[in-house]
Nanobody
Framework: QVQLVESGGGLVQAGGSLRLSCAAS????????MGWFCQAPGKEREFVAS????????YYTNSVKGRFTISRHNAKNTVYLQMNDLKPEDTAVYYC???????????????WGQGTQVTVSS
């Protein structure tokens, strides 16, 4: 089992920044690819970004390219999502996810966190 706990969400004005963190415990963090997803009210959960086990490969959904950066620190068992130039449409609950491979993260992650709320005011 892997337990994932997100933090760093909050209320920010449009154009501002937030850094989300996801701390992992349980099985070896460095054995998992990681991802971030978001779910806005009334919408389905959708992919935001992912990072490979080594950190050398990253993927982003088009709407966040150039604004968000995913990174990981394996020694701290933590994955981050740096969110810059935030827009009201980024408002959502953001979830951290883990999977044995990037493909698993992109399709059916093995583990999910409980989510952290991000609200961007205009």
């Amino acid at each position: 089992q892997v337990q994932l706990v997100e933090s760093g969400g909050g209320l920010v004005q449009a154009g501002g920044s937030l850094r989300l963190s996801c701390a992992a415990s349980g099985r070896t963090f460095s054995a998992y690819a990681m991802g971030w997803f978001c779910q806005a009210p009334g919408k389905e959960r959708e992919f935001v970004a992912s990072i490979s086990i080594s950190g050398g490969v990253t993927y982003y959904t088009n709407s966040v390219k150039g604004r968000f950066t995913i990174s990981r620190h394996n020694a701290k068992n933590t994955v981050y999502l740096q969110m810059n130039d935030l827009k009201p449409e980024d408002t959502a609950v953001y979830y951290c996810a883990a999977g044995s491979t990037l493909q698993v993260v992109h399709t059916t992650p093995d583990y999910w966190g409980q989510g952290t709320q991000v609200t961007v005011s205009s």
